[in-house]
């Protein structure tokens, strides 16, 4: 079965390294991607090595962590699927499912632990993870139940909602074919164009359509 991914952006169209015990480092830029057909682990949080976050576009679940995002393809093997957001079982009871909120003190944000028993929903094949998981209100219910035993309050629906997407984790650089670009604004237009890639207003009309 053939996977989209997309990986999200800020305004700048330049990835950061979020370490915690530093200010964040520009990474790559959407042209050092697309130029070498590769992209590097980027994301250093809750106390996990260096990853690469992603996410998995499926008929379930097309939104992703920022409005700018790139999509693409991949052989590589992933390393692990999650259904949400990692912050959503976070040592924190202050979950911010915003971006742009946390933006500003985003290394005191990701210098929490994560909640032991997060393992429950790991998955390592993507195909069994599509045909395992019921989205999203069982979901919901599992978390807080985590949540709860582990002495942090309970986040309701409307928090989850921002938090629920497939979250791809890679350990390593990947190579990739690129496909298309969402979010329209000047610069994207200027990518789109650099590098003949279409451009798309929303994920689900890429989704449906491409």
Same mark, same amino acid.
């Given at each position: 079965?053939?996977?989209?991914? *997309?990986?999200?952006? &800020? !305004?700048?169209?330049?990835? #950061? ?12 830029? #959407? ?9 590097? &682990? ?17 008929? =379930? ?15 590589? %093997? #992933?390393?692990?699927?999650? &259904?949400? !957001?990692?912050? *959503?079982?976070?040592?924190?009871? =202050?979950?911010?499912? !915003? ?66 997407? =497939? ?12 496909? *298309? #670009?969402?979010?329209? =604004? ?14 798309? !207003?929303? %994920? ?7």
């Amino acid at each position: 079965m053939e996977h989209f991914f *997309a990986k999200s952006f &800020p !305004d700048n169209f330049s990835l #950061i390294t979020t370490e915690v015990w530093r200010d964040p480092l520009i990474s790559q830029t #959407i042209c050092d991607i697309l130029d070498t057909k590769k992209i590097k &682990p980027n994301t250093v949080s809750f106390w996990f090595k260096k990853r690469l976050s992603c996410t998995l576009l499926t008929d =379930n679940y097309l939104k992703t962590y920022r409005n700018q995002w790139l999509i693409f393809k991949t052989d590589e %093997a #992933i390393s692990t699927i999650f &259904p949400f !957001d990692l912050s *959503a079982l976070s040592e924190n009871n =202050n979950i911010v499912s !915003d971006y742009n909120l946390i933006e500003n003190n985003i290394s005191d944000y990701y210098n929490k632990w994560i909640i032991k028993w997060f393992e429950k929903f790991k998955y390592k094949d993507i195909d069994l993870f599509i045909k395992s998981f019921n989205w999203p209100k069982d979901l919901l219910n599992s978390i807080n139940i985590i949540r709860n035993e582990n002495w942090f309050k309970s986040i309701d629906y409307d928090e989850l909602k921002l938090l629920l997407y =497939n979250e791809v984790i890679f350990e390593k650089d990947i190579s990739i074919e690129p496909i *298309a #670009i969402y979010w329209i =604004n000047k610069l994207s237009k200027e990518i789109s164009q650099k590098y003949n890639l279409p451009l798309f !207003d929303s %994920a689900e009309s890429f989704y449906r359509n491409f």
